[in-house]
Structure formats: C-alpha cells, structure tokens
C-alpha cells in the first residue's frame, strides 16, 4: 500500500488514493514515519537476525533450530525469548534439519545373545559406566557405505567410530578401538557395553575384546530399537545433520573426512540438549572439576 501510494502521489496526492483506497492518510504518514524512524522493537529484531543468522550458519552447517539457535544465544549473554527466536527464524526464512525417511535396519540378527543390562536406561552417573554401539549406513555414489559408532551415556559424547564399505565385525571392532584409546586414562572396571542384536557385536573378537577390558556385554532383544534408542537417537542426527544434509557423497573416503570433522564439531561446539544445552566436552569436563573439587575438600577436612 505505501509502495503503491509513493509511486502515485506526486500525480493524484495522497489523500485522493487514499480515498479510492478506502485508508486514511494517517496510516500512510505513520508508516513513513516508522521508515525514517523504526521502532525499538524493530531495530532489536534486526540486531537478533543478525546474530541469527550467525549462529545457524556458523560453522557453516546450518542445522540448528530455534530451540539450540535460542540456546546458543543465551550462552553468549544475548537475552532473548525462544517465541522471538522462532518468529524471527520464520521471518528469515530459516529452519533446522529435519530427519529423512527411515530405511531398514544395516545388521543382522545373531543367534544366542548376552540379556539386556540396561532395560531402557540410558543414563549413567559418570563418564565410561555405559557405553552404547551402533551400525548406520550412507549411500555414495560408489556404492552403500557404513558408519559405526560407540557414545558414553554419561554426556553422549562420541567415543569411537569409524567408517567403511563392509559390514564385517572389523568395522565394529575398529570403532570399539577408538573408543579404548581415547577412553584409555580414564577407562576402568564396571563398564556396561550395549548394541543390537547384530552379528558385529556378537563375534568372537568383539566380545573378547570387551572381556579383556573387563566391559559387562548388553544386547537389547530381537527386532527392538526403542532397546538401543540413544544409539539410534545418534545415528538420526548423524543423518539430519551430515549425511541427509549435505548429500551427494563420492565414495567411502569422502564420508570418512566428513564424518571426522562432524564428530569433532559435536563433541567440543555442538550443543546438546541432555547436557544441559553444552556440549558433550565440556559436560563431562565440569563433572572432573567437580569431582575433584569434592576430593580436595575432603582432603582438607581429614587433613
């Protein structure tokens, strides 16, 4: 309408168009005067997209939602509501990922299995208690290639993975490598191990390895993801946030470059909703602090 009426008036004038247009000049003048003098409403909601803006596309993943894109703000000490986060992501025309249609399951179901040690629990009260493990699959165009990854429950933090064009136990295994070399400080006795039902991680060399760093063996029942649900949780994200996002990949190596910077960002930068919106790396470095907190207080007063 103001568009319209600033094309015309020099021709008619304001108040004959704006007869024919049944509005009152007041609403024309108004909206004139908000142009040369936006409101303080209006000139914070473009400060905000700004930093929107930024923080859904940096580092250039553009997958978080309103909810972690509010979450991030307010890490930063930008105070703003999570209603004005999602109006202001709608006007922008922004979003996050969302999941693709599911495909089905990449393992295979084995014969006589370990029981379920978690019962759907998927919690732990500290770093390396309860490790959960899981098979995803990427299509390339050289052909379908797989994903493993092994996550401690305790701040959902990534710990192994690796990525290859079989499905054989070696892929499992070598996630399961990762996962003790980086866990090897701190690793200790009372580890939980839990997968599916399929035959990676019910060979022989699998569970001997669990045996020889004396990880308790867990397998859901057969046919049942909700009995691996934060497994599957990951290997949904992985999807939504990588594979599904970006698409077009090449070849086993080109998932394998992509997958490593993924995990890096969502170990140390990716927020995370069960860690309190931090990520996992720092979640689980607050838990050290603390404890080591609580051991020297305790030293001090025996001392």
């Excluded at 029981?115 to 770093?127: C, E, K, N, Q, V």
């Excluded at 309860?130 to 092994?150: K, L």
């Excluded at 399961?176 to 035959?199: N, P």
Aim: hydrophobic share 40%.
């Amino acid at each position: 309408l103001v568009e319209f009426i600033d094309i015309h008036r020099e021709q008619f004038g304001v108040e004959p168009i704006c007869r024919v247009l049944e509005c009152a000049p007041s609403t024309y003048w108004a909206a004139k005067k908000r142009e040369s003098c936006p409101s303080a409403r209006a000139v914070r909601d473009e400060q905000l997209k700004k930093e929107i803006l930024r923080v859904w596309e940096n580092p250039g993943r553009k997958v978080y939602g309103a909810r972690k894109v509010w979450a991030q703000l307010n890490r930063e000490g930008i105070r703003v509501a999570r209603c004005t986060v999602e109006r202001l992501m709608r006007e922008l025309g922004i979003a996050g990922v969302c999941a693709a249609r599911k495909r089905p399951a990449t393992t295979l179901p084995a014969g006589r299995q370990p029981g379920d040690l978690l019962g759907r629990d998927f919690t732990a009260d500290a770093p390396n208690r309860r490790w959960v493990a899981d098979i995803t699959y990427v299509a390339t165009a050289a052909g379908w290639v797989y994903t493993a990854f092994v996550q401690d429950l305790f701040s959902r933090r990534i710990v192994g993975w690796q990525v290859a064009e079989h499905l054989g136990a070696e892929l499992a295994l070598d996630a399961l490598e990762m996962a003790i070399w980086s866990r090897k400080d701190t690793l200790g006795s009372g580890l939980v191990h839990h997968s599916d039902r399929g035959i990676q991680y019910t060979a022989i060399r699998y569970a001997e390895r669990l045996d020889q760093i004396g990880a308790a063996r867990s397998v859901g029942s057969k046919g049942d993801s909700y009995d691996n649900a934060a497994a599957e949780s990951l290997n949904s994200l992985y999807k939504k946030e990588l594979i599904d996002f970006h698409g077009n990949w090449k070849d086993v190596m080109d998932v394998t470059i992509a997958t490593m910077e993924w995990v890096s960002w969502y170990n140390s930068e990716r927020l995370h909703s069960y860690c309190g919106n931090v990520p996992p790396k720092e979640y689980e470095e607050a838990f050290y602090r603390s404890r080591e907190g609580a051991l020297s207080a305790a030293e001090n007063q025996t001392i």
